[in-house]
């Protein structure tokens, strides 16, 4: 089984709908995060959590919302979706490691807003 | 986080050696060097990270040189699939904030027979 996994894997919904995008991991890892990645774009990041009770703002957080709900899950929600938000995104995870620490990826999902 | 500078694209036949370039001049002494890959929008692999020495490991090697300044990302022997986007981030290790990867653009590396 994937140690990173994301449901749906591919989202079609309508502007103003409410899309919650879910991440779980099996990795025993404590820090996650959101990503999306526009065509031909790197990845961005949308926000991150260290712990449970640590959630922070990533680079382009408007419009996006998160909640830590256990170690192992972290969900990604989009309150009132609109076409820009049509994107791939990506939920990651690492462990804590004062060198450099791996980021293990899911294997993303499509979201498009029509 | 040091901003990276790395080429579009590159071509490599199989069976050869990849070479993948990245400048990053502006690194200071605690950020490290790593490298990335994304096949065709799967999600990005972790392949190989250092600080100053050289590193190998199953899947390739990393050269930075002497002032850091710029490092190689060498696939020694490239397979069709190794053709992917590949992403040289430069950041400091996992402590406090700083453990978040900043993206670029990366170099499509396309290996042909």
């Known amino acids: 089984d994937a140690d990173v996994t994301q449901t749906p894997r591919n989202r079609i919904t309508k502007t103003g709908k409410r899309i919650m995008l879910e991440c779980s991991q099996t990795k025993g890892h404590d820090r996650m995060y959101w990503y999306r990645q526009d065509p031909g774009l790197g990845l961005r990041l949308i926000y991150y959590?260290?712990?449970?009770?640590?959630?922070n703002k990533g680079e382009i957080s408007d419009g996006y919302s998160v909640s830590r709900q256990a170690q192992a899950k972290f969900s990604l929600s989009l309150e009132s979706a609109i076409p820009n938000q049509t994107a791939l995104y990506f939920c990651?995870?690492?462990?804590?490691?004062?060198?450099?620490?791996?980021?293990?990826f899911g294997p993303g999902t499509r979201l498009t807003v029509l | 986080d040091a901003k990276t500078t790395q080429p579009p694209s590159m071509d490599c036949a199989e069976g050869r050696a990849a070479n993948l370039p990245c400048n990053h001049s502006t690194i200071s002494g605690n950020e490290y060097v790593y490298w990335y890959r994304q096949i065709h929008s799967q999600g990005p692999q972790y392949i190989i990270h250092?600080?100053?020495n050289n590193e190998t490991n199953e899947m390739a090697s990393l050269i930075i040189t002497e002032d850091r300044k710029s490092s190689t990302l060498i696939l020694p022997h490239a397979t069709l699939r190794d053709t992917a986007v590949y992403y040289c981030i430069v950041r400091v290790g996992s402590t406090g904030t700083a453990s978040k990867l900043t993206f670029g653009t990366g170099t499509r590396l396309q290996v042909t027979l």
């Open positions: 990651a995870t690492s462990d804590f490691g004062l060198e450099g620490n791996e980021q293990f």
């Open positions: 250092g600080l100053k």
């Open positions: 959590s260290f712990d449970v009770k640590d959630i």
